[in-house]
Structure formats: structure tokens, C-alpha cells
């Protein structure tokens, strides 16, 4: 049946006092909240899919210009997407590079987790120390996130919303029982 087949039949039922019928609606109502539930979960684990593209084009570009003759090597920024249940992080970090003593004329990367300061992302002064190369890869890459940031914060609004639908339907499932009926005098 088709969604608005769906709907018209409960509208031609909607006077029908059915104990049966009731009890359908409030299982239909609960399984919709949780099957909503569960797939904004899911769908955050494909947001986080989705803004590890974002990430890898950076990196693309960041090791592109990781040769000594590429200006502005080596980048100072990194950005990192990580996805711990149901904490959806996308943050970047700004990295020194400090000269190893062992005559490798390699270096030791020291990595700092820059904070954000808006609400769904960084602003565009906290690139400042940025090479020239590396400042329109940032921004675009951030837009990115901003956006995954505003998507994971709706999906994150509909799971907790979903999860007080289940509650408040319990609770009126329990008065709905609760109700007596009329009590005639005699």
C-alpha cells in the first residue's frame, strides 16, 4: 500500500472505537519513531562517510605539496573525521614541525587541536598562519564540514525528538488505560 493509501485508510477509521485498532496505533506510531530513530544513526555513519571525501581532498593537496621544492612546504594544517557513537567530530589541528637531533634531517610533527569558535565551524582568521596554497583547500574543505556539522545536528535533533515521542506515547498509552468509563446512576 502507497503512503496515501495508508492514510486514507486511517482517516476512514478515525471514529472507529476498535481496542485491536488502537493498539495497532500506538505499535505503528512506536515502530516509526524507533525505525527513525535507528536510521538517523545510520545516516550519520554515511554524513561521516561522506565528510572523510571532504577530508581526503585536503590531504590530496597537502601531499601534493610535500616535496622541498613545493612552496609553503610543509603544510601547517590537518583535519581529522572521526565518529565515536554518537559523537560526530570534524576538527582541525595546526601542526610544528620541530627538527629531529638525530642528523636524519628529519622532523617531529606536534600537532594542536585548534577549537572551534562558531557554532558549526571555524572561522576564516583562525587559518591565518596558512601557506597560499593552503588557505582556498582549507576553506572549502571546512565548508564542507560546516555543512556535514548543521546535517549531524538535525539528525542528532530528530533521534532525541524520536526518543521523546516513544516516552510520551507510552505515557499516553498508560492514561489512555487508565480512562473510566461514564457511571450511570440509578
Not at 525505525?35 to 581526503?56: E, G, K, P, S
Not at 585536503?58 to 621544492?69: G, I, S, Y
Amino acid at each position: 500500500m502507497n503512503f496515501e493509501g495508508l492514510i486514507e485508510a486511517w482517516q476512514a477509521k478515525m471514529r472507529t472505537n476498535d481496542t485491536n485498532l488502537v493498539n495497532q496505533a500506538f505499535a505503528n506510531s512506536r515502530d516509526f519513531a524507533k525505525h527513525t530513530h535507528d536510521m538517523c544513526r545510520v545516516d550519520q555513519v554515511r554524513l561521516a562517510y561522506i565528510a572523510n571525501r571532504a577530508a581526503d581532498h585536503f590531504w590530496t593537496h597537502n601531499q601534493a605539496h610535500r616535496t622541498t621544492v613545493s612552496d609553503g612546504y610543509p603544510g601547517h594544517y590537518g583535519c581529522r573525521v572521526r565518529l565515536a557513537a554518537p559523537k560526530f567530530e570534524l576538527s582541525w589541528y595546526y601542526n610544528q614541525f620541530k627538527k629531529k637531533n638525530d642528523g636524519s634531517g628529519k622532523h617531529n610533527v606536534i600537532s594542536h587541536y585548534l577549537p572551534k569558535e562558531g557554532r558549526y565551524g571555524y572561522f576564516a582568521n583562525r587559518f591565518r598562519k596558512a601557506h597560499d596554497w593552503e588557505l582556498p583547500i582549507i576553506l572549502d574543505t571546512e565548508y564542507a564540514f560546516s555543512l556535514c556539522r548543521r546535517i549531524n545536528h538535525n539528525l542528532t535533533t530528530i533521534r532525541r525528538k524520536t526518543l521523546m515521542n516513544i516516552r510520551l506515547l507510552e505515557s499516553l498509552e498508560r492514561h489512555l488505560g487508565e480512562l473510566e468509563g461514564p457511571r450511570h446512576e440509578q
